[in-house]
């Protein structure tokens, strides 16, 4: 947040209030609640609902004397419809502190609504009951949980946020994970400043106006805008989403000019030259990179055991990565101070990554650190250079006409390959020289299953299994491996997986985290102990998809997979003689648009060797919404394919 700083002069010592406006004038009055909103049980267009926010009203005015307070006064009504639903009771209203400029809540008032045995009980929330919290050096709230709370309540807050940053007037939020019946902002802005409107989500504005109100005076008037929303269906969970706040219905302002009377008119949208050239000189960020003294020894015993760049660059990324411990904690800024950080061997993901880029530039690389917003922060716009929607920092080398990004926050990760919590569509590169987005490329999911199997008239199987983990998939199981041990592993895989035994597995490149992970394991199954005329086989032995993840009729949100995906299953069954194939999926091909994605099922005899082929790719990240229902069908195909059996007959002919 930028603090309001300036002092105005001459004419500004108006109030600019919107005289006979109302703040709540198509919302709920405060204190009056309909019998209707008390005797309701139940959402009928989502019954799942634990609760609805009947009505929420914003309204925003600033008051200009000489300093600007953008003053902003909220009314948020919720119907409570499920036990589960009393987390909503619980209200933590944040505000922000820098320096002598502060945000202040005040004005909170409170009511739980109740309706026993016909007659509406009232209970006030006692100011008594409302507590401050830091979070940290800037961010506070205020928190406080509604009284007497029951199924059927229904709860009414306001509260009024007064802030000295007008530069960040607070985005408004049409859209929660419960329903909402009403939701309305309103602002009345001073010419004086233009804000650029940035409206995110998939649901319609119902309202969408604007209205100019003078003030007598010609250089001035009032901006009035209300933008509304009706009927907005809960934020739901799906799958292979990046966070629910990229796809939330909200409203965010962005500063673009400010034109004071006596004034030169001030653009006040940074531009990424200022932007970069401001990390470069931050303490914790740019002069920290410059600092070499505390690791140069051991950078240069690195470089005297490696002459190439390619060997140089690999070997720093190892040497960091072995060195720190990273604390579990996402940053674009170092804690203190990187010399701080490698005496203690911890630190956040900055003190890690910006040491990286540190000694990769001491060595004389080109190289550079990368702003990110993980996946659980949100993508970052692209339309303006806004700093703080940034959570993480990466490295990128150019050596040799090929790009590589890393980081060095986790001992597993091979070099060159990004945690999914990164992989985020694009980061910013910060160099004086050369800044520019960069696209985080992933490394594909690569999952490959091969079995042979032998039967016997019985319908006893034995056979061997290889699993090979690459890419992400190889380091969720190296993970997997690390947290529970190999033998815990090993018992948890060597049980009985539906009809199929495993035995105890064997880990080939368990170490070799830049290789493949292989896992070699026996495989049984155990028929009915007499000679059958038919037998049943699962073609993939347990292997497939045996449900469709994309269950919604249609979805809203883009899929978002975060890699590609390369899944391959192979089986090769030794068929007892006098045996033939009765009954055999058929081999399919199936494409996804534009190169999206392809499934190919095959199966072959030769003599009595059968072998059943299944592999799913999925060649890039994203799919957008429009896009969900060849995808969901794709599935549908998969698992119908892999749910078919072949069925083994005993020839008559003999």
């Avoid at 490959?448 to 190889?474: C, K, P, Q």
């Avoid at 030794?574 to 055999?584: F, L, N, Q």
Wanted: proline residues 4%; neutral net charge.
């Amino acid at each position: 947040m930028r603090a309001n700083t300036f002092t105005l002069s001459v004419v500004l010592t108006l109030f600019f209030g919107l005289a006979g406006s109302s703040a709540f004038a198509q919302g709920a009055k405060f204190g009056k609640v309909d019998d209707q909103e008390l005797k309701m049980s139940q959402y009928a267009q989502d019954t799942s609902a634990e609760a609805v926010v009947l009505s929420d009203v914003g309204y925003t005015r600033f008051h200009i004397s000489h300093s600007v307070q953008v003053l902003t006064d909220r009314h948020i009504r919720i119907k409570i419809l499920k036990k589960s639903g009393y987390d909503w009771a619980n209200f933590e209203v944040p505000f922000y502190v820098k320096g002598g400029d502060r945000e202040r809540v005040t004005g909170i008032k409170g009511v739980t609504y109740t309706l026993e045995n016909g007659e509406v009980q009232k209970h006030k929330l006692d100011s008594k009951n409302v507590f401050e919290e830091q979070h940290n050096e800037n961010w506070f709230s205020k928190k406080f949980t509604m009284p007497n709370v029951k199924v059927g309540s229904v709860i009414e807050v306001s509260y009024t946020i007064s802030s000295d940053f007008y530069y960040n007037m607070r985005e408004w939020e049409f859209q929660t994970t419960i329903p909402t019946l009403w939701s309305e902002y309103s602002a009345e802005i001073p010419s004086y400043f233009d804000y650029k409107f940035l409206m995110q989500g998939y649901h319609p504005l119902h309202t969408n106006d604007k209205n100019i109100k003078g003030s007598g005076k010609p250089e001035f008037s009032n901006n009035a805008y209300t933008w509304s929303m009706k009927d907005v269906p809960a934020l739901k969970e799906e799958r292979y989403i990046t966070t629910l706040k990229d796809y939330q219905s909200k409203i965010e302002f962005e500063l673009q000019r400010v034109n004071l009377p006596g004034q030169a008119p001030r653009i006040m949208t940074g531009n990424w030259e200022d932007v970069v050239m401001d990390l470069l000189a931050h303490d914790r960020f740019g002069m920290q990179i410059n600092k070499s003294g505390f690791y140069k020894r051991d950078l240069t015993n690195i470089l005297a055991q490696h002459k190439t760049q390619q060997e140089q660059v690999r070997a720093i990324y190892e040497y960091v990565k072995g060195r720190m411990k990273w604390n579990d904690q996402n940053s674009y800024l170092a804690r203190t101070s990187l010399s701080d950080a490698y005496d203690k061997r911890t630190g956040n993901a900055a003190d890690i990554n910006l040491l990286l880029v540190a000694m990769l530039q001491e060595a004389g690389m080109n190289a550079a650190p990368v702003l990110v917003s993980t996946r659980s922060n949100g993508r970052p716009p692209q339309g303006s250079p806004l700093v703080n929607k940034f959570n993480y920092v990466i490295a990128r080398a150019f050596i040799d006409n090929q790009e590589y990004l890393m980081d060095a926050t986790d001992p597993l990760l091979p070099f060159g390959m990004l945690p999914v919590r990164a992989l985020n569509g694009d980061g910013y590169m910060i160099s004086k020289k050369d800044h520019h987005w960069i696209s985080l490329k992933p490394v594909v999911y690569s999952k490959f299953i091969n079995t042979a199997v032998t039967i016997n008239e019985n319908g006893d199987m034995t056979g061997n299994a290889v699993e090979s983990a690459a890419g992400h998939y190889a380091l969720n199981l190296r993970r997997t491996l690390t947290e529970l041990g190999e033998e815990k592993f090993a018992e948890n895989m060597s049980r009985e997986v539906g009809n199929y035994k495993l035995g105890k597995p064997v880990f080939e490149n368990k170490e070799k985290i830049g290789d493949p992970l292989h896992i070699k394991y026996s495989i049984s199954a155990s028929g009915n102990g007499q000679q059958n005329s038919i037998i049943y086989l699962n073609p993939l032995m347990g292997e497939g998809d045996k449900e469709n993840p994309f269950k919604l009729t249609e979805r809203r949100y883009p899929v978002d997979f975060a890699t590609p995906i390369d899944e391959t299953i192979i089986t090769k069954y030794t068929i007892p003689a006098g045996y033939v194939v009765d009954e055999a999926p058929k081999s399919v091909n199936v494409l996804l648009p534009e190169n999206g994605g392809k499934f190919i099922y095959m199966v072959q005899q030769n003599g009595n060797e059968l072998q059943v082929m299944s592999r799913v790719n999925i060649n890039r990240p994203v799919f957008y919404a429009e896009e969900y229902v060849y995808l969901k069908e794709f599935y549908n195909q998969i698992v119908a394919k892999h749910a078919e059996q072949i069925v083994l007959k005993k020839s008559t002919s003999n």
